[in-house]
């Protein structure tokens, strides 16, 4: 009796999602590059709990003609909850000193999310399943069930490609939209980017003083890609950062 029971309750959900553990109910709410593409996010949201399965996951992207495939992220570890209307963040190494919290999961390298033209896939790590994709820009590769490609991927430092609607079938020129970047991380932390360029500044306020001294000293003959003093994008805290900062000393953008 107890078992009809069980299972009535099961039949009775009502055509809601049963309680598996899965991946494939997911959509990418929000993608963004900086303009030197050293800081970009894709942040997706689960439309149904229990979307945990993400180790059966990858990211993938295509150049503006479709043609060549290039991976963004493999996910190998699954997710300890994420149930519906949650959101997760995948995002660059250099995203962390930008916008003062770790993402979700980090993406090996920048620049890997192609812009302004080009597609963004979330996909099983078998390929079999599409279970979402974005094209935006003047891409001119396929892009499945997804509809025509959503406006340029802006990279301006400020605005991202934001989902505004879903509609079946999918059409990504009608349920994309340039608007302000909101990186949301699964447990709610969230930030607003504003890394437009400007000349000397190493601490994202806009205005170059003796903070942005001390972290070019502080990082001076450092090596790395996210250094925040590295003005002259030369992989290494130098003279020519030092240069840059006092050149642009005591004004702002
Ligand atoms: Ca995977
Ligand atoms: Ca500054
Ligand atoms: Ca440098």
Known sequence: MRRTLTLAALVCAGGAPLALASFHLMRIDEIYSSPDGRVQFIELRATANNQTQLSNTRIVAFDPTGAVETLVIDITANFPALNSQETWLVATPCFENAAGFAPDYVIPAAGLIPGPDGRVVFRNDAGT????????????????????????????????????????????????????????????????????????????????????????????????????????????????????????????C
């Open 129 to 252: 399943n599409i279970v979402e994709s974005v094209a935006y820009g003047a891409y001119t590769g396929s892009n499945g069930a997804f509809g025509t490609p959503a406006a340029a991927l802006p990279m301006d430092g400020q605005n991202a490609l934001r989902r505004v609607s879903t509609t079946n079938p999918h059409n990504n020129s009608v349920n994309f939209a340039t608007g302000a970047n909101s990186p949301k991380r699964n447990d709610g932390t969230t930030a607003v980017l504003d890394l437009r360029p400007c000349a000397g500044d190493t601490n994202f306020d806009r205005t170059i003083d003796f903070a942005d001294i001390n972290n070019v000293l502080s990082e001076f003959n450092q090596s790395g890609p996210c250094l925040r003093g590295d003005l002259d994008g030369s992989g290494t805290g130098n003279f020519g950062d030092l240069n840059i900062v006092l050149g642009n000393y005591n004004t702002s």
